[in-house]
């Protein structure tokens, strides 16, 4: 099922503003030939931050090379040259983004960040520990490729997000089709609510919502303006471990005798003696950090980087593949984990007393 949202009016006006400042690129992008047969985008231009605070990341994917010279109305370049070249499907960083559409992005992003957690706390609901978001700008190509249909048009897939809002989708054609009926908008200030793959990890205290599937379907008619959709992922990657995984971590190292109480304390093995000293606080907080960087950002970004997932998007055929690497990378990770709290938190931190500290493998797949 998909709730429609109606955006207030600070996002409103930050939308338009972003849907002004990228006007030349969307216009160039619609020359450009499309990702693919059955990725009709030509550029997707992304922002990945949090909710307040540390300022964003402005990337993109797809036909950067002809597209970081285009200029707004002042002769600035809107994109400017990327840190590195990509390989067009693997997003890269735009230290050289115009500040104004950066700006504009990151605020955009944090609107919406906030907006989406408003929604649910209503409901009751609330986001396990901290998680970032990315706002995806795509921009189609209004090309034809090959003998496929005129492009804009999305293959089946879900999003690899808890929560994503998308917002003015058929703004120049084609339709957006979920579940395979067509979505109607009200309005270009509404945004559709669709259900990720990550809601469950996200919400653990929410009743279960399968993810939505979902598709662009090209137009059939001529379009005057290039179609642009605007997505908006909350719940990307996992920023902090959360309170209840922290508490968790801490019952299982006592379990496991790693620490004890009321302090906290640990074992440390020289020779055949053994002996208790105070844990460090720095020590313990880099094994938590090291847990977040396994649930998180680790498995993540490998799981995206093998697939070569341009963004959090998963194609429904792929999913059975993506879903039995992701149980085996969190088996590996866990089981690394699990040997060295057995062995004692030296081992899992690499401190003087620990000869080597582990190291995960990711599988690559
Ligand atoms: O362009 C659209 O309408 C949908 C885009 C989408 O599904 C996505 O970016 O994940
Ligand atoms: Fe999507």
Do not use: W
């Given at each position: 099922m998909v709730r429609m949202i109606q955006l207030p009016c600070a996002p409103v006006r930050v939308l338009r503003r972003v849907m002004r400042q990228i006007a030349p690129l969307r216009w160039a992008a619609a020359r450009l030939p499309p990702a693919s047969a059955d990725d009709g985008t030509a550029l997707g231009l992304q922002c990945v931050g949090v909710a307040r605070g540390a300022p964003g990341?402005?990337?993109?994917?797809?036909?950067?090379?002809?597209?970081?010279?285009?200029?707004?109305h002042e002769g600035i370049r809107l994109l400017g040259a990327p840190l590195d070249t990509g390989d067009g499907r693997q997003p890269v960083e735009l230290p050289e983004c115009h500040p104004m559409l950066s700006s504009s992005l990151q605020r955009l992003g944090r609107h919406l960040h906030q907006l989406l957690l408003r929604h649910v706390a209503r409901r009751g609901w609330s986001l396990d520990g901290e998680w970032s978001h990315e706002l995806l700008l795509n921009l189609y190509s209004q090309s034809s490729h090959g003998a496929a249909p005129l492009a804009p048009k999305l293959y089946v897939h879900k999003?690899?997000?808890?929560?994503?809002?998308?917002?003015?989708?058929?703004?120049?054609?084609?339709?957006?089709?979920?579940?395979?009926?067509?979505?109607?908008?009200?309005?270009?200030?509404?945004?559709?609510?669709?259900?990720?793959?990550?809601?469950?990890?996200?919400?653990?205290?929410?009743?279960?919502?399968?993810?939505?599937?979902h598709r662009v379907v090209a137009r059939t008619s001529g379009s005057t303006r290039p179609r642009l959709s605007v997505a908006f992922f909350l719940a990307r990657e996992k920023v902090f471990v959360s309170s209840s995984a922290k508490l968790e971590l801490i019952r299982r190292l006592r379990g496991a005798g790693v620490i004890g109480k009321p302090g906290i304390f640990r074992s440390v093995f020289t020779g055949s003696t053994?002996?208790?000293?105070?844990?460090?606080?720095?020590?313990?907080r880099s094994m938590l950090d090291l847990l977040?960087?396994?649930s998180a950002t680790g498995l993540q970004q490998e799981l995206e980087a093998a697939k070569g997932e341009k963004s959090l998007m998963m194609r429904q055929d792929l999913e059975h593949t993506f879903l039995e690497s992701a149980a085996d990378c969190v088996s590996r990770a866990l089981q690394v984990v699990d040997g060295a709290m057995a062995q004692g938190v030296d081992a899992l931190l690499g401190s003087e007393t620990a000869e080597k500290a582990p190291t995960v493998e990711p599988k690559k797949v």
């Open positions: 990341k402005v990337q993109a994917f797809g036909r950067l090379e002809a597209l970081m010279d285009v200029r707004d999003d690899l997000s808890a929560l994503t809002l998308l917002l003015v989708p058929s703004h120049g054609g084609g339709q957006l089709y979920v579940n395979e009926h067509p979505l109607r908008f009200p309005s270009k200030d509404t945004g559709a609510l669709l259900f990720g793959t990550r809601f469950s990890e996200a919400f653990p205290a929410a009743p279960c919502h399968a993810a939505t599937p053994v002996r208790t000293e105070r844990t460090s606080f720095r020590s313990l977040t960087i396994f």
